[in-house]
């Protein structure tokens, strides 16, 4: 049987890579309508725009159950985290409330007018900067230089975020998010030209995640020094960057093809073979150097009911995620008839 | 301002905004099922074109709700880092709970809001039922955390660390069953009565408008039936305050003097440097009656606690007043419209009627509001009772002002934006929909998309 603070552990990771994975792509939604160009820009916003809005609310909830794992879990590492990392997880939260509320207020403000464009132009913007927010703070958690001991910031309250390597990754996960969301829009229209625009983007996006993985990586040795040995040095770690690095080229030979349900695939694997790279990698830090999964965990009692409640709403929950997105993402042909 | 005070005032306005759209998440898809519900089993398009409308006012407001709320979750830990490092383990679990019941809330609005031409009839209506059901539930969560924070239990304290943590036992507290209750009453009451004011605001200009009608009837039967058992429910609190947070009830009353018979305190303004209060109206021995249901019960009063363990009296009595005023208000215009109906076996509309529900239209979110103010404040200087101050409780983090007035300019932005948004969507008389039931109105059911394109 695993200790029960590594499964709690392991179901947070679970819960972060979902959010990623769909949330995150939201997110890279955002970001293509600020660059929808061309002949066909008013189409690519309309289809970003259908793709996202039944979804993103209930792919959002994945953050807070994150953050929710977090607390009950391990609380002296989310009260660690949230005090040293208090600026950028403000100005995460505001890019959360503007991507949000502008995203609804666009879609319910009638007329199709001037201030209908604001409100995408805020939408598009927040959704750039929210993802690189949340990359700064998963680096700064990953950098080894957040401490918290006795009320006491040692470190203080920007070093250890306002660093290249935590700049680098929140980058990377934003070129992440859009990669994502090129891949998958193409799957979420049947006109031709349109999957064209997006395979194009996917391309694109897909360099530049390359280029930001080397970058973040060479970063890392002074940035992140025990995250970059577990990258580097671990039994696995051979193993883990040939498996990312054939879903990253599998992706691409995907999109060159035009297999886009295979390109989805490949770029949700990898995806989470980064985000689980990470993990191990810091493995059993939550916040190093300080903070181990062991010694910030909850009590038996605590982790117990946390699992089992897991347990049992992952049964409700499957379901109805399956549900959902079987009734939006489904049967494209329903889509084309109501027109 | 201190730092302190800055993340005091944050996380209370952050509160204050967010129970708003919460309030509303909770009772509003109750409202629109009713609707949904009629027209299926009358056909009459304006049930629909009625769910239509409030499902879009809903999508609006469940946003903010849904952003605002992830503030919070952060939040807790942005301001209170020690708290939560402290009381994470214990109260987690509501917490977590309630993320599955967002999850749900969340997937089935999609498909409410979405899915009108894509899923049946019926899964639909259950669709919604199904938002309905999860965000009461999700509320009820919540306020089990903060109910525990008011009665801590389930837990030992060794060396300055909880131990023998017994999460059920907490989120079973003394206060989670009158909390819980009372603030889902609160939920239906305020909501319905703020959109019984709207529409009988458009009614007073326009009597015989149908989809009005249908409205305010549906409105104002959960919402009144909501507020007659409210000042009941309230009374269920303020006993449970009475006997476990003696210094808060004592705040509440302002009753500064431990006394046998203690008098209830109708207005009145606390003098706390002379420990009086002055220019109330006092009914003898009402408190005693009241909070312990025995006229001569001793009332512990602040005399007990030492100084710096008083709460903030003017405050908190002031609100309390506030919310017992609302709510009388709106329990006398429950019955009043009670009575017409009884009377009449129909919609009451009277001139005088609809200029009341007018009037009592905010009182449900001021009541709300105010009551809220008693809970927290009333708390202090803990922020869980008896255990843990609010000041060793706070981040360490300098400039809290900065967060604080940043939200506060983000949060009435917002503010304006939704009531501009809902202004021009939801409140204005349909026109050209056609209202009548029958044969037409049987023709659309194959197509009901028509109705409000
Ligand atoms: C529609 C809203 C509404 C109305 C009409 C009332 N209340 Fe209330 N009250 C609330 C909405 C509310 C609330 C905002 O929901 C609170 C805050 C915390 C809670 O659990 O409910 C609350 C708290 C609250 C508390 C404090 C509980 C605590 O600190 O834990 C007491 C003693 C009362 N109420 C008593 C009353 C009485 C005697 C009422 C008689 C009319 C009344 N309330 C009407
Ligand atoms: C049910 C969930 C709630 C939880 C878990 C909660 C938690 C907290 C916490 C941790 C604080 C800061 C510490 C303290 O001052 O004691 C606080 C303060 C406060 N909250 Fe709540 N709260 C809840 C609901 C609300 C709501 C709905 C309101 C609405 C108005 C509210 C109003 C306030 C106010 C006014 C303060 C500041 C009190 C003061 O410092 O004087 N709370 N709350
Ligand atoms: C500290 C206190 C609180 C925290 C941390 C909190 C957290 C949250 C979060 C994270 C969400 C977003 C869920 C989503 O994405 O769908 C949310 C929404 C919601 N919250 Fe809160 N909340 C608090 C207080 C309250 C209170 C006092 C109530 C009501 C009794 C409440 C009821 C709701 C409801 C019904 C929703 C659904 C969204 C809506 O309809 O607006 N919450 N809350």
Known sequence: MWPLELIAAGAMIVSLTFYALLGGADYGGGVWDLFARGPRALKQRALIEEAIGPVWEANHVWLILVVVILFTGFPVAFAAIATALHIPLTLLLIGIVLRGSAFTFRTYDVKRDERERGWGRIFSIASIITPVLLGITLGGIASGSIRFENGIVPNGFVRPWLAPFPLAVGFFALALFAFLAAVYLTLETRDTLLQEDFRRRAIVAGVVVAALALAVFLLSGSGAPKVRAGLSASAWAVPLHLATAISAIAAFAALWKRAYGLARVCAAAQVTLILWGWALAQFPYIVEPDITIQSAAAPPATLRLLLGALALGALLLFPSFYYLFRVFKGGLASLKDEG | ?453
Do not use: C
């Open chain 2, 1 to 453: 301002m201190n730092d302190l005070l800055a993340a005091r005032s944050q996380m209370a306005m952050s509160l204050a905004f967010h129970i708003v759209f919460a309030a509303i998440g909770i009772a509003m898809p109750l409202l629109m099922v009713i609707a949904e519900w009629l027209y299926l089993r009358t056909r009459e398009d304006v049930y629909l074109e009625l769910a239509r409308r409030w499902a879009k006012g809903t999508a609006i407001l469940f946003a903010v709700g849904a952003v605002s709320g992830t503030v919070l979750s952060f939040e807790l830990g942005l301001l209170w880092p020690q708290f939560m490092g402290y009381a994470g383990a214990i109260i987690g679990m509501p917490f977590s709970l309630e993320g599955f019941a967002f999850f749900t809330e969340a997937i089935f609005l999609g498909i409410y809001l979405y899915g009108w031409k894509r899923v049946a009839p019926r899964a639909h209506l259950a669709a919604g039922a199904i938002v309905a059901l999860s965000g009461a539930l999700s509320g009820i969560f919540v306020v089990i955390a903060n109910a525990w924070m008011n009665s801590p239990v389930g837990f030992q304290i060794l060396d300055g660390k909880p131990v023998n943590i017994d999460p059920v036992a907490a989120m079973l507290n003394p206060m989670a069953l009158s909390q819980t209750l009372h603030m889902t009453l609160a939920a239906y009451a305020a909501t319905g009565f703020a959109v019984a004011g709207i529409h009988a605001y458009q009614l007073r200009r326009d009597r015989s408008n149908l989809f009005h009608r249908r409205a305010l009837a549906i409105a104002l039967t959960v919402g009144g039936a909501a507020a007659l058992f409210q000042p009941l429910s309230g009374d269920l609190s303020a006993r449970a305050v009475a006997r476990q947070q003696p210094a808060k009830l004592a705040a509440l009353e302002a009753q500064f003097k431990t006394e046998a018979g203690a008098p209830l305190r109708i207005g009145g303004i606390p003098d706390v440097e002379r420990a009086e209060t002055r220019y109330a109206i006092e009914i003898p021995r009402g408190l005693s009656l009241l909070a312990f249901h025995d006229p001569n019960a001793k009332v512990t009063g602040l005399d007990a606690f030492p100084r710096d363990e008083w709460p903030h009296v003017p405050i908190v009595h002031a609100a309390f007043q506030l919310m017992v005023a609302s709510g009388t208000l709106m329990m006398a215009v429950a019955l009043w419209g009670a009575y017409g109906f009884w009377r009449r076996r129909a919609l009451p509309d009277g001139k005088w009627f609809l200029r009341a529900l007018v009037l009592a239209a905010p009182a449900g979110m001021i009541a709300i509001e105010a009551g809220w103010t008693v809970t927290e404040v009333g708390r202090q200087p803990w922020i869980i009772y008896g255990i843990m101050r609010t000041a060793e409780a706070v981040t360490p983090m300098p400039g809290l002002l900065v967060p604080f007035l940043t939200f506060t300019v983000l949060y009435l932005f917002l503010s304006a934006v939704v009531v501009w948004l809902l202004f021009r969507q939801v409140a204005a008389s349909p026109r050209g929909v056609p209202l009548a039931s029958g044969k037409e109105a049987a023709q659309e059911e194959e197509e009901p998309e028509h109705v409000a394109a």
